[in-house]
């Protein structure tokens, strides 16, 4: 059973940062394209960035406003996707999901055809 466990959600002030974690089971990591999506209060679903399983761990940006302060990651050993976030802003305020394949970003596909967590809440505060 393919199953997705997010964690490291939280409270931060501006200025900080976070680490969320992604476990894996049911399927082997190293062959696969993950992503994070993140949706925010009253918005749609977006996604933020993937990581490929092959071209050496490249990486997709498809949320402009995280470049140069996200940073997606993989640990195939431990089965594990993480998102480094530095410097947040009250806009990152999201659920945040870890989910595969990465679908260029497309919610709708990756819930037609995809798999998910069930997210970890990232609120970011004053």
């Not at 993937?50 to 431990?78: E, L, M, P, Q, W």
């Not at 947040?88 to 999201?94: F, I, N, V």
Request: aromatic share 8%; proline share 3%.
């Amino acid at each position: 059973q393919v199953q997705l466990v997010e964690s490291g959600g939280g409270v931060v002030h501006p200025g900080g940062s976070l680490r969320l974690s992604c476990a894996a089971s049911g399927f082997t990591l190293d062959d696969k394209n993950m992503a994070w999506f993140r949706q925010a209060p009253g918005k749609e679903r977006e996604g933020v960035l993937c990581i490929s399983s092959g071209d050496g761990d490249a990486v997709t940006t498809y949320a402009d406003s995280v470049r140069g302060r996200f940073t997606i990651s993989r640990d195939n050993a431990k089965n594990t996707v993480y998102l480094q976030m530095n410097n947040l802003k009250p806009e990152d305020t999201a659920d945040y999901y870890c989910a595969t394949p990465c679908a260029n970003g497309n919610w709708e596909e990756v819930a037609a055809a995809g798999y998910w967590g069930h997210g970890t809440q990232v609120t970011v505060s004053a």
